[in-house]
């Protein structure tokens, strides 16, 4: 690979990420920790990013918000894994709360049609469900979002507080082991918040892309997350730190 393509994955790496490893990009590269370095040092002095200790961050520290159209063409493989670990716990007569993540979304599109409630703010997911005859939809409202593709504010927030929600399928930007899960958009960390405290149980969707890292918004603690579901690409190391705060976590193979 020529230096100016890995140099172009990088940035593509720090729009998803924020930040990122000398040691994970010179392994994900398939070259050396000093390679990398000079691709760091070079983009650097370009003003493409900024060096830090061990690597380096975006212009802004921070991820790219991405739209859910561009989000639902990353990772769909593990997001489908993720997705058929979870179509036997949907059940007639329960009520199921839906994010606006596309890994949610992957559940969604497997769902059966039977007699059961769904309660979300996403736009996709009541695009979808409209289809099926049997199953109870409600939107919870508010002013939409175009980029996120989902229904915010207040409303939203108010609708959810009428019902009695059974199961929470929610997914985040990021999972860490001490903080827990986060998200890049203020008013989607307050929706998944408000689901985390009222459902009964809590199902964190999350690919092993998404582990180990940070976002923005910190919307709910390992010990409030009934479950998390990741792939098979996840360190065994990080399962164990999650498994230690007494959460159950299943893999996706």
Same mark, same amino acid.
């Given at each position: 690979?020529?230096?100016?393509?890995?140099? =172009?994955?990088?940035?593509?790496?720090?729009?998803?990420?924020?930040?990122?490893?000398? $040691?994970?990009?010179?392994?994900?590269?398939?070259?050396?920790?000093?390679?990398?370095?000079?691709?760091?040092?070079?983009?650097?002095?370009?003003?493409?990013?900024?060096?830090?200790?061990?690597?380096?961050? +975006? *212009?802004?520290?921070?991820?790219?918000? =991405?739209?859910?159209?561009?989000?639902?063409?990353? @990772?769909?493989?593990?997001?489908?894994?993720?997705?058929?670990?979870? &179509?036997?716990? $949907?059940? %007639?007569?329960?009520?199921?709360?839906?994010?606006?993540?596309?890994?949610?979304?992957? #559940?969604?599109?497997?769902?059966?049609?039977? %007699? /059961?409630?769904?309660?979300? @703010?996403? /736009?996709?997911?009541? !695009?979808?469900?409209?289809? #099926?005859? @049997?199953?109870? #939809?409600?939107?919870?409202?508010?002013? /939409?979002?175009?980029?996120?593709?989902?229904?915010?504010?207040?409303?939203?927030?108010?609708?959810?507080?009428? /019902?009695?929600?059974?199961?929470?399928?929610?997914?985040? $930007?990021? *999972?860490?082991?001490?903080?827990?899960?986060?998200?890049?958009?203020?008013?989607?960390?307050?929706?998944?918040? @408000? *689901?985390?405290? &009222?459902?009964?149980?809590?199902?964190?969707?999350? !690919?092993?892309?998404?582990? !180990?890292?940070?976002?923005?918004?910190?919307?709910?603690? &390992?010990?409030?997350? +009934?479950?998390?579901?990741?792939?098979?690409?996840?360190? %065994?190391?990080?399962?164990? =730190?999650?498994?230690?705060?007494?959460?159950?976590?299943? &893999?996706?193979?």
């Amino acid at each position: 690979m020529l230096a100016v393509e890995r140099q =172009q994955k990088i940035l593509a790496l720090l729009e998803e990420r924020g930040t990122v490893r000398t $040691i994970d990009l010179a392994e994900e590269f398939a070259v050396t920790d000093e390679t990398i370095r000079r691709d760091l040092q070079s983009m650097d002095e370009s003003g493409q990013l900024t060096r830090t200790h061990g690597g380096a961050t +975006s *212009l802004s520290g921070r991820p790219k918000l =991405q739209s859910f159209t561009e989000r639902r063409s990353l @990772n769909v493989d593990k997001k489908k894994a993720i997705a058929q670990v979870l &179509i036997d716990q $949907i059940q %007639p007569g329960r009520t199921y709360a839906f994010d606006s993540s596309t890994t949610a979304f992957a #559940l969604v599109s497997i769902l059966p049609d039977l %007699p /059961y409630r769904i309660v979300t @703010n996403a /736009y996709a997911v009541i !695009d979808h469900m409209v289809r #099926l005859e @049997n199953v109870e #939809l409600v939107s919870t409202g508010g002013r /939409y979002d175009q980029k996120t593709q989902t229904f915010i504010g207040g409303d939203s927030q108010q609708a959810l507080r009428r /019902y009695q929600i059974h199961t929470a399928f929610i997914s985040c $930007i990021g *999972l860490d082991a001490q903080r827990g899960a986060s998200e890049g958009f203020e008013q989607q960390a307050l929706f998944k918040e @408000n *689901l985390v405290q &009222i459902a009964e149980q809590v199902v964190l969707l999350v !690919d092993s892309t998404k582990l !180990d890292k940070q976002s923005e918004y910190f919307f709910a603690e &390992i010990k409030n997350l +009934s479950m998390i579901v990741t792939d098979s690409g996840a360190s %065994p190391e990080f399962v164990k =730190q999650l498994h230690d705060k007494g959460c159950t976590v299943r &893999i996706a193979e």
